[in-house]
């Protein structure tokens, strides 16, 4: 399993920026896929993750302006994210779990800048 994620940036505050992942070595479809993020000095945490029936799933602190989709012809999850805040500059980093073991993309870099 592979997973490549793309779409960061650096935006300013308000501003929006569309996260891609694109997922092989899976029947994708039948997964649920998601995302996380990690400030500096912060660990890991939940962002949002939509299932394979696409019920949807997110952190308190982006609902309502992030949106997580998904294109299972193209095996790729998105996530939309709109009206950015400094406090959401993190790596972002798509996950799903195959065979019980968690899976990662390599994280690409938001940042938003004040």
């Known amino acids: 399993v592979q997973l490549q994620a793309s779409g960061g940036g650096l935006v300013q505050t308000g501003e929006s920026l569309k996260l891609s992942c694109t997922a092989t070595?899976?029947?994708?479809?039948?997964?649920?896929m998601g995302w996380y993020r990690q400030a500096p000095g912060n660990q890991r945490e939940f962002v949002a993750n939509?299932?394979?029936?696409?019920?949807?799933n997110y952190a308190d602190s982006v609902k309502g302006r992030f949106t997580i989709s998904r294109d299972n012809v193209r095996r790729t999850v998105y996530l939309q994210m709109n009206s950015l805040k400094p406090e959401d500059t993190a790596v972002y980093y798509c996950q799903t779990v195959y065979n019980l073991r968690d899976y990662w993309g390599q994280g690409t870099q938001v940042t938003v800048s004040s």
């Open positions: 070595g899976l029947n994708f479809r039948l997964f649920t």
């Open positions: 939509m299932t394979s029936s696409r019920s949807t």
